[in-house]
Structures are given as C-alpha cells and as structure tokens.
C-alpha cells in the first residue's frame, strides 16, 4: 500500500475514533452540543453528510442563537445541494465509464485512459464508491479482469480498493463476485504491477473484514456488559 493511502486510511480511522467518542457522550447526556457538533464534523469527513445535518440541527435547536452552528449547517446544506448535483450525473457517468472500456471497438486510447482514472478517482470518495457499486459496479469491474489486458486489470483492482477500503459487506460481495480462482488466477499474473495490485486488494479486503468483525465483537461485547449492568469497559480483577 502506498503512503499516500495509509496515511488516507489512517485519518479515516481517526474520523470513525472521533465520531465513537462523541457519540459515546451524546449517549452519556443528549444535550452535549459540543459533543454533537463534533460527531457532525466527523461525519462530514466519513461522507455520511445527512447524519451530519441532522447533529447540526440538533445543535441549532438546542441553541438558536449560535451563529457558528447557524454558519455551519447552512455551509453543510450548500455543500449537500452541490454534491446532490454532481451525484445525478454520476450513475450516466459511471455506466458510460464501462461503456467505453468494455467496448472492443473503442480504439481512443486518450478516452480510455480518461475513464481508467475518473473510475479509480470517483471510487476513492464513500459516495462514489457506493455509486458504482450499486450501479453493477462490481460484475463490470469483473469484466476488466478477465480481459486479460494489463491496464484494465489494473484499474478494475485499484478500483476494486477503493470499494472495499472499510466496508465489509462491499467487501464480501466483491469476494463472493471474484471468487477464489479468479483471484488466485490474478495474483498468478506474470506482469509485476498487476499481481502487486491485487495482493493490495486482499490486504485492504482482510483488513475490511477484520474492523468489520472487531466492531461486531465489541457491540455484542457492550451488550453483554450493560445486561449485566456495569459499565461498558468495565473489567473484573
């Protein structure tokens, strides 16, 4: 993995840290507008930008005349508008993407090139991940695979990263659409770059699946714990 991803998937970790720890002490008291305010600006950062309105909402109502929180959501609803637009031309986008590196007439290697790094691109960013997945994605991006063609493989698996970079049930559905021979065929490639690419994949899809379990663990581990009505975190001698 590159520096430049770990470092992108280092502050997502300390994105979700922050939205844990501030939900953790809206849970503790409702009103804690600071608490609210910053798990709105985590949010904000995790692409999930409707829960994010609706902490600054909380915030607004709790105290009205905060022009900070008053700045905030109205920065926040323009910023939401803006990308609402840009995202209704995404699924077009997306399917003409696929269109042009799927077709074997298409011999404008500028075109394709093009599509190569919007679809890496717009894979990197939670919205557009989800888009091209919903959109078929992961089938399509199964189809560049089996060309067999170095640069197509490469942009389906760096493609593939970005959907399943933490997200577990994206990840097990591209696991279960790849399959393990598919898999093993690729990681078997003889051109260097794209067999490296694909043992990225398996390391982000491990590490997607392992946070995924982990987080699991601890909400069944939290349940126990308050059933028997001690703290979460609590640790016997």
């Keep these: 993995m590159s520096g430049a991803s770990l470092r992108c998937l280092s502050l997502q970790e300390d994105y979700a840290k922050a939205e844990a720890d501030a939900s953790k002490a809206i ?3 409702g009103r804690d507008v600071k608490a609210l305010f910053r798990r709105s600006q985590a949010l904000q950062k995790l692409g999930r930008l409707d829960q994010a309105v609706s902490d600054l909402q909380r915030c607004v ?3 009205p005349k905060n022009k900070a929180f008053q700045e905030a959501l109205h920065a926040l609803g323009s910023s939401m508008h803006e990308k609402m637009k840009t995202m209704s031309c995404t699924d077009s986008k997306v399917e003409q993407m696929f269109q042009i590196l799927l077709d074997p007439e298409e011999k404008d290697e500028d075109k394709k090139q093009k599509a190569v790094q919007n679809l890496i691109v717009l894979a990197r960013e939670e919205p557009g991940a989800e ?3 919903q959109s078929d994605g992961v089938r399509l991006l199964t189809q560049l695979l089996d060309t067999a063609k ?3 493989m490469l942009a389906a ?3 593939l990263v970005g959907l399943c970079s933490g997200h577990r049930s994206r990840t097990m559905a591209v696991l279960a659409e790849l399959g393990a021979p598919r898999l093993s ?3 078997g490639v003889e051109h260097e770059q794209v ?3 694909a043992c990225n994949l398996l390391h982000v899809m491990f590490d997607s699946l392992k946070e995924g379990l982990q987080k699991e663990f601890r909400g069944k581990e939290d349940a126990v714990v308050l059933e028997l009505g001690l703290s979460p975190g609590f640790t016997q001698s």
Aim: proline share 0%; charged share 30%; no cysteine.
């Design 27 to 29: 849970e503790a008291d």
């Design 61 to 63: 109502s709790l105290e």
């Design 131 to 133: 888009k091209i997945f």
């Design 150 to 152: 170095a640069d197509l």
């Design 157 to 159: 698996l760096r493609t």
């Design 185 to 187: 065929a690729v990681l």
């Design 195 to 197: 067999s490296l690419s």
